[in-house]
């Protein structure tokens, strides 16, 4: 059964932003309750002119198991809310970019008129314009490899970033390594029962070949993310650093300065940041996924285990003598302290903890940045679990606005323009309030 908690109608979610959110804009509001309770999509909706589907390029980010949500083909990677004059009796809302996370039973629901207007609903009640993302140009290039395009480049945030899931598996494996949230090995299991052409690891040279005609033919993507699996054992013959690395290294210098590149892996140790530099990468992602000790252990037993949370700290900290910290950008999964049964069970006590993380790391110059949990199925907390209540995610985006602007921060570099109206990044609103 799916899980949900604190469903809005329009109606309640102004006021309470109005009462209590108002320091933060309405688009984010909106933004974070549908990243937690997913959307579905109307037969018609999906029946527009074309668009760019979702390629699932490392998790699912839905709901239920794809073979309950047959249109999972269909939908959109992402969708583009917006209102008009012609949008009736809501509030205001610029164009805001959020990620297709499908849930038959959630209260937003996309629709299209006869003539391929898409609306989105909250509770049966338009709330705003809908449009999806345009193809890019590349998708319709030929390559030299079989595979689809969306398979071996798939692009994310309107076009913005290329995601390389160079490994699609991970090698913390099963119920008591793999992090509680992820279903990256769950993912995989279903895109092959699915019948998708989904490569396990992907070929240095494929991945060259798609940036090198990218560069040529978009002018949309800006940046690349190197990622997959953890290796804690050996993949190729390579260890962890060695296989990921490969890639980076086989990249021109002339592709590295076209595009900023990423690389979202385990934290490393400083000698090893040292050598993702010297192969060119700019951008480092070593995601602690969640704050508090004790949840640190339960929500991520493997990355325990193998590394341990003390020592995950200090490399994330170390490795900004390598990037520079401003290019230290670790990931936290925003909504796991709160899973049911295992998180804390009050939204303040939840947000204190996230936000001791996040004024640790902001007071030395690196930028945490989140994303919004989706419960997931096949995953022990997707399995047992609501989403986080709203309230938990308006405050922690009060909060991260506060820790970041207490140190006089940049916005993080990589994700493109900041701000209502204009950012791209998809799974969280803390570049829309930033
Ligand atoms: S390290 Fe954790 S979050 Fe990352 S892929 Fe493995 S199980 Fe998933």
């Not at 997913?38 to 073979?67: C, H, Q, W």
């Not at 004059?85 to 509030?91: E, F, L, M, R, S």
């Not at 990037?323 to 069970?345: H, L």
Request: aromatic share 12%; with cysteine.
């Amino acid at each position: 059964m799916i899980k949900a908690r604190d469903n809005y109608t329009i109606e309640s979610l102004k006021e309470l932003w109005e009462k209590e959110f108002s320091d933060l804009p309405f688009e984010a509001v909106v933004k974070q309750d549908i990243l937690r309770q997913g959307m579905v999509f109307t037969a018609s909706a999906l029946n527009v002119a074309e668009y760019k589907k979702k390629d699932y390029f490392i998790f699912t980010f839905d709901r239920a198991p794809l073979k309950d949500i047959p249109e999972h083909t269909r939908a959109p990677e992402e969708i583009r809310i917006f209102t008009d004059d012609k949008t009736p009796g809501v509030t205001k809302i610029l164009p805001t970019v959020i990620s297709v996370r499908l849930n038959p039973t959630s209260p937003y629901k996309l629709d299209a008129d006869g003539e391929g207007n898409v609306k989105l609903y909250l509770a049966d009640e338009a709330i705003a314009n809908a449009i999806y993302p345009p193809i890019p140009a590349y998708y319709k290039e030929k390559y030299s490899f079989g595979s689809p395009i969306g398979e071996v480049a798939p692009a994310i945030e309107w076009g913005y970033l290329i995601y390389l899931t160079v490994f699609r598996n991970c090698q913390y494996f099963g119920k008591d390594e793999e992090c509680q949230f992820c279903d990256i090995n769950h993912n995989w299991r279903q895109q092959k029962r699915e019948g998708r052409p989904y490569t396990g690891v992907k070929n240095p040279e494929h991945v060259v070949e798609a940036l090198e005609r990218i560069a040529a033919t978009d002018s949309v993507a800006k940046a690349f993310t190197i990622t997959g699996g953890s290796v804690t054992g050996k993949l190729g013959g390579k260890d962890e650093v060695e296989f990921y690395l490969q890639f980076p290294r086989k990249i021109s210098a002339s592709l590295k300065e076209h595009f900023i590149s990423k690389l979202v892996i385990q934290a490393w140790e400083l000698d090893d940041c040292k050598k993702a530099v010297d192969a060119g990468v700019k951008i480092y992602h070593p995601n602690y996924e969640v704050w508090d000790v004790e949840l640190f252990k339960k929500v991520c037993p493997g990355k325990e285990r193998y590394i341990g949370r003390d020592n995950w700290i200090r490399r994330v900290v170390q490795s900004a003598e390598a990037f520079g910290a401003k290019y230290v950008i670790p990931n936290f999964v925003g909504g796991v302290e709160m899973a049911d049964n295992v998180g804390f069970t009050d939204i303040d006590k939840a947000v204190e903890s996230t936000s001791e993380g996040l004024d640790f790391f902001m007071s030395k110059g690196i930028i945490p940045r989140f994303t919004t949990w989706c419960p997931e199925p096949f995953t022990p907390l997707g399995e047992t679990s609501a989403p986080a209540p709203l309230l938990y995610y308006l405050k922690l985006l009060r909060s991260y606005k506060a820790i970041h602007k207490k140190y006089a921060l940049e916005v993080p570099p990589g994700y493109g323009d900041a701000g209502v109206g204009k950012a791209v990044f998809s799974v969280s609103a803390f570049m829309d309030v930033l």
